[in-house]
């Protein structure tokens, strides 16, 4: 696995900028503060794996980019209703918590596989 320095910066960007997104969403509501790092935390998670990276095989660099589009689409959808509709914070952090928690642990079994 190697970073793509370009990608990376792009990643990070556009994370950035989705998660201004949502934060704007959320203005003026309760917590809209934590509502756009939280979003930005969990679209990096997720874009940098998807865009940023290279691996060594081309079947685990598509069941990683597979996965974190996926993951990356259940955040917006998490992120996007919480922000519109109010957040409630404890079921806000837990649901998103254990979103970015089931992603990362596949991610890193993936990742960890040689031969798929």
């Known amino acids: 696995m190697k970073a793509n320095i370009f990608l990376t910066l792009i990643s990070l960007i556009l994370a950035g900028l989705i998660g201004y997104w949502v934060?704007?969403?959320?203005?003026g509501k309760e917590q809209d503060m934590l509502c756009?790092?939280?979003s930005?935390?969990?679209?990096?998670?997720?874009?940098?794996?998807?865009?940023?990276l290279r691996y060594e095989s081309d079947r685990i660099g598509t069941n990683i980019r597979v996965l974190s589009g996926l993951f990356f689409i259940a955040f917006l959808i998490s992120h996007?209703?919480?922000?519109?509709?109010?957040?409630?914070?404890?079921?806000?952090?837990?649901?998103n918590g254990i979103l970015l928690v089931v992603y990362l642990g596949i991610?890193?079994?993936?990742?960890?596989?040689k031969d798929i």
């Open 23 to 27: 934060f704007s969403n959320a203005e």
């Open 80 to 95: 996007f209703y919480f922000a519109n509709y109010g957040i409630k914070m404890p079921l806000y952090v837990i649901l």
């Open 107 to 113: 991610f890193y079994k993936i990742q960890g596989l």
């Open 36 to 38: 756009g790092i939280c």
């Open 40 to 52: 930005t935390v969990c679209f990096l998670a997720t874009l940098i794996p998807a865009i940023g």
